[in-house]
Nanobody, 124 residues
Framework: HVQLVESGGGSVQAGGSLRLSCAAS????????LGWFRQAPGKEREGVAA????????YYADSVKGRFTISQDNSKNTLYLQMNSLIPEDTGMYYCAASTRGGCSALTQVYFQHWGQGTQVTVS
């Protein structure tokens, strides 16, 4: 059974930082790609960042490059998203997801079979 549980969301002022965590079951962590996605109110869900679990190669949406960092701790089966220099446009529900079918480089949502429940990030 694949489980993904996000934490670390909250409210922060513009310019601040947050670190999101995603605790993954061992089965999920054997996936090819783990990613973060977000959905702002009234907007479609979009890819934020992704990482190949084997090699550690990372991919980012243009809107977060230089501000967000995705990383993984294999010993803890945990995925992280360090978010710095936050802006109001970063507000949304952030989801952790796992894919065994690729989709990493283009943050292609349809390839991600497993999703967490999400954690809310609000930047004011």
């Amino acid at each position: 059974h694949v489980q993904l549980v996000e934490s670390g969301g909250g409210s922060v002022q513009a310019g601040g930082s947050l670190r999101l965590s995603c605790a993954a079951s061992a089965h999920a962590y054997s996936s090819y790609c783990l990613g973060w996605f977000r959905q702002a109110p009234g907007k479609e869900r979009e890819g934020v960042a992704a990482i190949w679990t084997g090699g550690g190669t990372t991919y980012y949406a243009d809107s977060v490059k230089g501000r967000f960092t995705i990383s993984q701790d294999n010993s803890k089966n945990t995925l992280y998203l360090q978010m710095n220099s936050l802006i109001p446009e970063d507000t949304g529900m952030y989801y952790c997801a796992a894919s065994t079918r690729g989709g990493c480089s283009a943050l292609t949502q349809v390839y991600f079979q497993h999703w967490g429940q999400g954690t809310q990030v609000t930047v004011s």
